[in-house]
């Protein structure tokens, strides 16, 4: 009796496993076939947002990093004995916390070889920018290793004006300090 229960248990499990595994084989086919066809109606779609955002993605690289090269504050627009701003440096800083769109006003120094001088030129824009802020919203300031473009503003007027009072001497080429020309 015992041997007849086994074996009929074991012919049904037999006969039920038989017919589930074709099943089975065909089910995961057919998801296979109808996922398949899904991807291939839909083929441009999932990988156009990707592309697009890898083509935008150098652009705002660029406007972040023009924008931090036009909030960045050199050396020129310190006092190099107090490390106080300049007019020059202030009118900057009014600019950047007026002008400059909202998510952009970010104030960038120039770092110094010396650390005291960073952070006092830093600490110096920060007094500057609470002094003068008008909504209480004070600018983000960073250090950098952006070097700024440009020199103090002495020197180019010192530039302009000698180049004013030695144009009658160029006659078209460039002459050194000191030589003129005979005429």
Same mark, same amino acid.
């Given at each position: 009796?015992?041997?007849? &229960?086994?074996v ?7 006969a039920?496993? %038989?017919?589930?595994? $074709?099943?089975?084989f065909i ?5 296979y &076939?109808?996922?398949g /066809?899904?991807?291939? +109606? %839909?083929?441009? /779609?999932? /990988?156009?947002?990707?592309?697009r955002?890898a +083509?935008?993605?150098p ?10 090269r =036009? ?5 020129h627009?310190f006092?190099p !004995?107090?490390n106080?701003l300049?007019t020059?440096?202030?009118? =900057? #800083?009014?600019?950047i916390?007026? =002008?400059a769109?909202?998510? *952009?006003? @970010? +104030? *960038?120094?120039?770092?110094? #070889?010396?650390?005291t ?5 830093i !600490?110096?824009?920060r @007094?500057y920018?609470?002094? #003068? ?5 004070l $600018?983000e300031?960073y250090?950098?290793?952006? #070097?700024a ?5 002495a &020197? +180019? ?7 004013m ?9 460039y002459?050194? $300090?000191?030589q @003129?020309?005979?005429q």
């Amino acid at each position: 009796m015992r041997r007849t &229960i086994l074996v009929t248990l074991a012919t049904l499990t037999m006969a039920f496993w %038989a017919t589930s595994a $074709p099943a089975v084989f065909i089910d995961s086919t057919a998801h296979y &076939i109808k996922s398949g /066809y899904r991807r291939n +109606v %839909a083929w441009p /779609y999932p /990988y156009i947002c990707p592309d697009r955002m890898a +083509v935008r993605q150098p652009f705002e690289i660029m406007i972040r990093n023009g924008w931090r090269r =036009q909030n960045l504050l050199g050396a020129h627009f310190f006092n190099p !004995a107090t490390n106080q701003l300049t007019t020059a440096g202030e009118l =900057q #800083i009014r600019w950047i916390m007026t =002008q400059a769109p909202p998510e *952009f006003r @970010q +104030v *960038f120094i120039e770092r110094s #070889i010396e650390p005291t001088v960073t952070a006092d030129r830093i !600490a110096a824009t920060r @007094q500057y920018a609470a002094r #003068i802020s008008l909504d209480g919203q004070l $600018p983000e300031v960073y250090e950098t290793d952006m #070097i700024a473009d440009g020199q103090n503003a002495a &020197i +180019v007027d010192a530039n302009n004006a000698w180049f004013m009072t030695n144009m009658h001497n160029f006659n078209g080429l460039y002459l050194p $300090p000191g030589q @003129q020309t005979s005429q």
